[in-house]
């Protein structure tokens, strides 16, 4: 299957819907996107979402992360090891795609057949960091 994060997709709708999905009601049965907050953007707390998203039922390998283009530079910057994404990527063991409609607040790692656009196929496929204020 194809992935279905493409060109026309609104990052910031899709966060909007993955923040709004994982607020539902407590003990329903609706699967959620596992959200959790980061303090700031960093391998570490990346790693932490992948933790987070791996103790789930997903299938670690096919996971990819969702960065803003200012997330990715901070990263860059402050990681002595990581001098671009393929070092990132190499870090993380996963694919990490830079998308400048990204919101900065948000970090996604979701499987690429988790999302049609910005509807959630699969949103127990999906991990969600919300980066605390990031300076």
């Not at 959620?32 to 791996?54: K, Q």
């Not at 997903?58 to 910057?77: D, Y």
């Not at 990581?82 to 063991?93: K, R, S, Y």
């Not at 979701?110 to 990031?134: F, K, N, R, S």
């Amino acid at each position: 299957m194809n992935s279905r994060i493409d060109a026309e997709t609104d990052f910031e709708e899709l966060t909007a819907r993955i923040r709004t999905q994982s607020q539902q009601a407590p003990g329903s049965d609706t699967e959620r996107v596992t959200i959790r907050s980061l303090e700031r953007v960093s391998s570490d707390a990346l790693a932490t979402l992948l933790e987070a998203a791996e103790s789930e039922h997903l299938e670690p390998g096919e996971l990819v992360f969702i960065l803003s283009r200012a997330n990715a530079e901070r990263l860059v910057e402050r990681e002595f090891d990581i001098d671009d994404v393929d070092d990132l990527e190499e870090v993380l063991g996963r694919r990490v795609r830079v998308e400048n409609e990204m919101p900065d607040d948000t970090v996604l790692l979701l499987h690429p057949d988790a999302v049609e656009g910005e509807e959630l196929v699969e949103p127990e496929a999906i991990a969600c960091g919300i980066v605390g204020t990031d300076d």
